[in-house]
């Protein structure tokens, strides 16, 4: 969706390193996912934020959406070669359908030993 | 509980052919849709439904069609295959504010 854009669409970090992943709207969001998917499988559901200002963790991964509600991060800590595949945003925004799903182009994540 | 079930898991097709791909979930879910995936593209929304009846269009709709007449299946069709629809196609399905489920996939190669 160009509504959505990601940013990087590709990172190689070694591990143990930290990383960043954006994704930005150009329209405030009702709901932001991030999925992860590994090369040729399907998508796992990693964290939903809502609310401005939310954050959310799950093991070394934490979300974060900001306050206006049109950009939302997310960050890992001491990479692990686990972490490695296709980090996904996906996006309902305020104004449209409720329930129209869109994502961003994805960033593809290598984590080298 | 099985959640998404998308068949087939592989396709090859001829250019001209016709096929469905087919969607059911049990977990009562109101809302449908479909993706295509390409590399570089992310996940583009093809069609989606909002419940048994009612379905929409996505960003990337031409040479789909979709119908919805229960609740739990929710097949795609191409009338007539494109090597340009060559594709991974996930289907997914949701309730409300809750995350969306992804079926496995199927991929589908058009010659």
């Known amino acids: 969706s160009q509504e959505l854009e990601q940013s990087p669409q590709s990172l190689i970090v070694q591990e143990g390193k930290n990383l960043t992943i954006n994704c930005t709207s150009s329209k405030t969001l009702y709901g932001l996912y991030w999925y992860k998917q590994k090369y040729g499988e399907g998508l796992i559901f990693l964290m939903m934020?809502?609310?401005?200002?939310e954050e959310k963790s799950h093991e070394k991964i934490t979300a974060k959406l900001d306050e206006k509600k049109q950009q939302s991060s997310l960050h890992i800590t001491a990479s692990q070669p686990s972490h490695a595949g296709i980090y996904l945003c996906?996006?309902?925004?305020?104004?449209?359908?409720?329930?129209?799903?869109?994502f961003g182009k994805g960033t593809l994540l290598t984590v080298n030993p | 509980n099985a959640g998404v079930t998308q068949t087939p898991k592989f396709q090859v097709l001829k250019t001209g052919q016709s096929m469905t791909l087919q969607c059911a979930q049990d977990?009562?879910?109101?809302?449908m849709s479909w993706y295509r995936q390409d590399p570089g593209m992310g996940l583009r929304l093809i069609h989606y439904s909002v419940g048994a009846g009612i379905t929409d269009q996505g960003e990337v709709p031409n040479g789909y069609n979709v119908s919805r007449s229960t609740t739990e299946d929710f097949p795609l069709r191409l009338l007539s295959a494109a090597p340009s629809q060559t594709s991974v196609y996930f289907c997914a399905s949701r309730q409300g504010d809750q995350p969306q489920h992804f079926g496995d996939g199927t991929r589908l190669s058009i010659l």
């Open positions: 977990m009562n879910h109101e809302y």
């Open positions: 934020l809502q609310k401005g200002g």
């Open positions: 996906g996006a309902v925004h305020s104004g449209g359908s409720n329930y129209k799903l869109t």
